[in-house]
């Protein structure tokens, strides 16, 4: 029987995109992935906040951004602004600091919609990733290189993944709901 190994890993690869891509998705509760996608301007090129600065929680609703090269605020400053966060950070002598004001009814329901693109992105990769897979297996049943009853059996095995995949990408949605209704 063919080895889905590579198959499964592309599919835990488009998972932990979700994962991550939710993560970075603002509910009113204050988390260093909101952040650690935004890229600054340093030196003349663009370097993640993470590499120049270090990013702690005061409080449920404030991150505070430490840079480790003083210099740095005002490019933090202007990434944080230009980023989609939609904040305006407030710069001290020692860092910025970024309040996340409470969601709206009206700004809930739409990160519920970007947190639903980005489960539907995810799912077109794991159908795209699927087809792929069987194509190839369908090659090799052609070609001879594997029976007839051995290419029904990996369809059915595929799609056992494919829907297990499915059933972790819903549950990361539903928690992100239950996170941006909280």
Do not use: C
């Not at 029987?1 to 998972?15: C, G, H, Q, R, V």
């Not at 509910?27 to 992935?33: D, E, V």
């Not at 297996?137 to 369809?155: H, N, S, T, V």
């Amino acid at each position: 029987m063919s080895d889905l190994t590579a198959f499964k890993d592309k599919l835990k690869e488009t998972e932990d995109w979700l994962a991550k891509e939710l993560a970075g998705i603002r509910t009113g509760r204050a988390t260093p992935a909101l952040v650690d996608g935004i890229m600054i301007d340093q030196y003349g090129s663009k370097t993640p906040l993470k590499h120049v600065a270090s990013i702690s929680i005061e409080d449920a609703r404030t991150i505070f951004v430490s840079p480790w090269d003083k210099g740095n605020v005002k490019p933090i400053e202007a990434a944080i602004i230009a980023s989609s966060l939609g904040v305006m950070p407030t710069v001290n002598d020692s860092g910025v600091r970024i309040a996340l004001p409470a969601l709206t009814e009206e700004r809930r329901k739409d990160l519920g919609k970007v947190a639903k693109q980005k489960l539907e992105e995810a799912r077109i990769s794991l159908r795209r990733e699927r087809d792929e897979v069987w194509s190839d297996i369908q090659e090799k049943e052609r070609a001879g290189e594997m029976p007839e009853d051995e290419k029904f059996m990996l369809k059915e095995k595929i799609q056992e993944i494919v829907d297990a995949t499915n059933a972790e990408l819903d549950a990361l949605l539903a928690n992100k709901e239950k996170e941006i209704a909280a």
